[in-house]
């Protein structure tokens, strides 16, 4: 029999339970909410508090923090890291290698291309590299 959720426990002696989501087996905090239609590839993982929303797509090894929101449609590549409280709007896309700032906001539509280092808000349609 396979087990249905995976525990992880931090440096500081904190564990967190994780299940695998439907679409793509990728992790989910149980204190976490991903859509069913939302794809999280495997060794991705959401953490407690944090929202996923319909047609999202989150890529291989990509790290979506406490309390951040992924809105529809989004794309999250591979090997991402989207910070504590970031928001990633409708639509936008980030590019692989990417890392988005705790607190970010990255508007709809928005274009985030690889390995990009995002530390204010994004609300145009493409961001610069820092």
């Not at 440096?11 to 679409?23: I, L, P, Q, S």
């Amino acid at each position: 029999m396979q087990k249905v959720y995976e525990d992880v426990e931090s440096d500081a002696g904190e564990v967190t339970r994780y299940r695998k989501h439907n679409n793509g087996r990728g992790y989910v905090a149980l204190k976490a909410t991903a859509h069913p239609t939302a794809e999280i590839i495997e060794t991705a993982y959401v953490e407690p508090g944090a929202e996923i929303a319909a047609g999202v797509y989150i890529g291989a090894g990509s790290w979506i923090d406490r309390s951040a929101f992924i809105a529809a449609g989004a794309f999250i590549g591979s090997n991402v890291h989207i910070g504590n409280s970031a928001h990633v709007g409708r639509q936008a896309r980030v590019g692989s290698g990417s890392r988005v700032s705790d607190g970010v906001r990255i508007a709809d539509g928005a274009r985030i291309p690889r390995d990009t280092v995002v530390t204010s808000d994004v609300l145009g349609e493409t961001a610069k590299a820092a």
